[in-house]
């Protein structure tokens, strides 16, 4: 995260980043790039490298507080910044990309489909965005459409005038699930190539006869194992709980489905920046999947394994809900119509 965007005043400082390293530990970033590696250190640091003027105290003390955050993402750096008081000048950095939005929308089909079969039936729309989505809600082009509307906004309990506005903040949480999910979906598949990498040196060559090389190769596996199961196991959760019935929304629907994001949304951020950190220093110290056994080892034990007992800990371990077995039927109602750089 460019530390520019924050409310820190040091010239020096405002050149850098904050980061998380491979170790899971938050950084200042003083330089990267290729073949030069990343020059980091600790933000207690800071005072031997910059001049010490009125504003370094004061600037370290708002790293320090951000230092605990799990991750720099937009969501989670939006709460945190708001939970300690902390203002920013640019709010775009809590913002995704147009290009990124569009990628995301087929995620987000959970939630536009139904909506979008519920207002206009069977009729074959090709939405491909939100805007172009909320722009229907704003301007119904069928008066069947604006009937489901206003009974919609009544349900709601706001004025049909806001319900724009409403949909489009119960859009932003699912874009922030969907954000989440892309990079699960990435980086899932990435863990089990770094497990079975890292298995076929350790039953592939002399190591398999080391039993302390042996144990630190089955302990990351069985680490990085359960933070990938239990990611999973969060996301189909929620795929479950988030599904909207619009037939028989009402405000109590929706309150569940926010709760059920925002209280996911840490565990999520947290999982997902140890995973994505261990996944792209892999890709960089190991581009072709290659490298001796001795190397191998010593990347498993001292890049790999730290930080992973504290990611297990930030994720208690959750069971699969099915939330169709204990969902009870509720009759038709009379009147109503058609049905997210990690630093």
């Known amino acids: 995260m460019p530390i520019q965007v924050l409310p820190v005043g040091h010239a020096g400082l405002r050149r850098t980043r904050l980061v998380k390293n491979v170790r899971l530990e938050t950084k200042i970033e003083m330089f990267s790039g290729e073949g030069v590696g990343s020059g980091q250190i600790a933000i207690e640091d800071a005072p031997e490298h910059f001049s010490r003027d009125d504003t370094l105290r004061d600037d370290m003390r708002v790293l320090s507080d951000l230092s605990v955050l799990p991750s720099f993402d937009c969501d989670t750096l939006r709460r945190g910044l708001r939970q300690r008081g902390i203002n920013v000048e640019q709010e775009t950095i809590f913002k995704l990309s147009d290009a990124k939005i569009q990628e995301l929308f087929p995620l987000m089909r959970r939630i536009t489909r139904p909506l979008i079969k519920h207002l206009y039936g069977d009729e074959d729309l090709d939405i491909n965005d939100t805007r172009t989505l909320l722009a229907l809600v704003q301007n119904p082009d069928h008066d069947k459409v604006r009937d489901r509307l206003d009974r919609m906004a009544t349900t709601l309990g706001v004025p049909i005038a806001k319900l724009p506005t409403y949909l489009e903040d119960f859009g932003d949480l699912y874009l922030s699930l969907s954000y989440f999910e892309n990079y699960f979906i990435d980086l899932a598949p990435k863990v089990e190539q770094m497990i ?52 028989l929304l009402d405000v109590s629907m929706f309150q569940k489905v926010q709760k059920s994001i925002l209280a996911e949304q840490i565990y999520l951020a947290t999982g997902l920046c140890g995973l994505a950190v261990k996944i792209y220093e892999w890709e960089r110290v190991f581009p072709n999947a290659g490298g001796s056994p001795d190397r191998v080892l010593e990347f498993v034990g001292s890049e790999l394994r730290p930080g992973l007992d504290n990611l297990v800990r930030g994720l208690p371990k959750v069971e699969v809900v099915n939330t169709r077995a204990k969902r009870p039927s509720r009759p038709d109602r009379a009147g109503r119509g058609g049905e997210k750089v990690w630093g």
């Open 196 to 247: 079975l990498w890292a298995k076929d040196v350790a039953e592939g060559s002399h190591l398999r006869n080391d039993p302390t090389s042996h144990k630190t190769f089955s302990d990351v596996e069985r680490r990085l194992r359960y933070i990938k199961d239990n990611l999973d196991t969060r996301f189909k959760n929620l795929s479950e709980v988030t599904k909207v019935n619009w037939e």
